[in-house]
Nanobody, 123 residues
């Protein structure tokens, strides 16, 4: 059974940085796509950054140039380095994964989800 365990959330001031980690357990396939989504109160869950079909990295326009997605295959861990954080980045961040990779970053294409980690950016 796949488990995704996130860590690294917290509170920072605007302009600060955080790094989120997502450890994958129970993975048994040959391909697996992972990504980060976020959800702020009263808003829909949105994609932040993900590895999609073909191993392509994709980012939301709002985070391009500030966030960097990376993975450590040896540790089965996905990272999201978040720099130049803004108050509008505040949300619960979820790690997601799927054995069947979609071509774009959509929540419904990911069947496995972590418990979420809170990121709060103050102005």
């Amino acid at each position: 059974q796949v488990q995704l365990v996130e860590s690294g959330g917290g509170s920072v001031q605007a302009g600060g940085s955080l790094r989120l980690s997502c450890a994958l357990f129970g993975y048994t396939g040959s391909t697996y796509c992972m990504g980060w989504f976020r959800q702020a109160p009263g808003k829909e869950r949105e994609g932040v950054a993900a590895i999609v079909l073909g191993g392509r990295l994709t980012y939301a326009d709002s985070v391009k140039g500030r966030f960097t997605l990376s993975q450590d295959d040896a540790k089965n861990t996905l990272y999201l380095q978040m720099n130049s954080l803004k108050p509008e980045d505040s949300a619960t961040y979820y790690c997601a994964g799927a054995y069947y990779c979609g071509a774009i970053m959509r929540p419904r294409d990911f069947g496995h989800w972590g418990q979420g980690t809170q990121v709060t950016v103050s102005s």
